[in-house]
């Protein structure tokens, strides 16, 4: 057992209810959720799932409108239905036993992400390497079915953050307070992402500072998750392969001119 691990678990499921309301009004006074969006779950054991309810603002919840369900969504406990999307946090639990919460939400600026077809896999801010990595765009699946599950499931295993195309975020942790930090640093991320692409581009970080971050997680107790090596976010290196552009000191620009007019002159 991690130390995460045991903080949740040494949560009564009376605190885990305050939390889950707690959490839901942060959400909601944050604008990372709208109307009656979002949804939020924590891991009971038994194999049970405390959520939220469908159809009610997250951000106005009391610990008696949450509802208990088992492994296959069945409600064991309270008047209420579960949150429409129960399927994505039981497939998470799932997948992933290091996981003790879930926390959905639609972050208007990482939702646009999501919707113009992008995921936030850039090298950009040394903050988000070590936390998530990057975060990888899930295919379209209709909200509540089974094409939503099905999109998700292979990033599950490899990812605490996922954006879903045309829909929101999802984020994961060993926590309630950790899931929900994770889908601030989402659209904080997003935000910069696109205060930066409007100011004319990004500067990526390049592949040995990437390694370097990586390699410090340890020491931020960021542990990656327990899913084969996710892909690392796009490189200053990557991005100018891609574009086929490459970046010259005033020097080396030099060096390569002077090289090229000896060459021509021996030639002649
Ligand atoms: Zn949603």
């Known amino acids: 057992m991690t130390v995460n691990d045991s903080h949740q678990q040494q949560r009564t499921e009376e605190q885990l209810r305050q939390e889950i ?31 939220t309810p469908a159809g009610l603002s997250k951000g106005l919840l009391e ?25 994505m946090h039981i497939l998470i639990y799932e997948l992933r036993p290091d996981v003790r919460a879930v926390c959905h939400a639609h972050p208007p600026t990482a939702t646009g992400f999501a919707a113009a077809g992008r995921a936030l896999d850039q090298a950009l801010l040394p903050e988000v390497v070590i936390a998530l990595g990057h975060v990888p ?8 079915t089974k094409e939503l599950t099905e999109s998700l499931e292979p990033f599950v295993p490899h990812y605490d953050a996922i954006l879903m ?23 904080q991320f997003a935000k910069v992402a696109l205060i930066t692409s409007l100011l ?25 998750p327990p899913g084969s090596s996710p892909e690392l976010p796009v490189t200053a290196e990557q991005a100018e392969a891609e574009d086929g552009r490459i ?22």
């Open 165 to 187: 195309a045309n829909h929101g975020a999802v984020t994961m942790g060993p926590d309630l307070q950790t899931a929900f930090h994770r889908m601030e640093i989402v659209e």
């Open 200 to 224: 004319g581009g990004s500067k990526l970080l390049s592949g040995r500072e990437v390694a370097k971050l990586i390699a410090a997680r340890p020491r931020y107790g960021c542990a990656a």
């Open 63 to 87: 610990p008696a409108d949450l509802v208990v369900t088992d492994e296959k969504g069945r409600v064991l406990e309270g008047a209420r239905s579960p949150s429409s999307e129960q399927a």
């Open 137 to 144: 765009l899930a295919r379209y699946g209709t909200p509540g």
């Open 21 to 51: 309301c707690c959490i839901g009004k942060r959400l909601y006074e944050r604008g990372l959720i709208a109307a009656c969006e979002g949804n939020l779950s924590a891991r009971l054991d038994g194999g049970r799932i405390l959520t």
């Open 247 to 268: 970046q010259l000191t005033a020097d080396e620009l030099e060096v390569l001119i002077d090289e090229a007019v000896r060459k021509d002159r021996a030639r002649r």
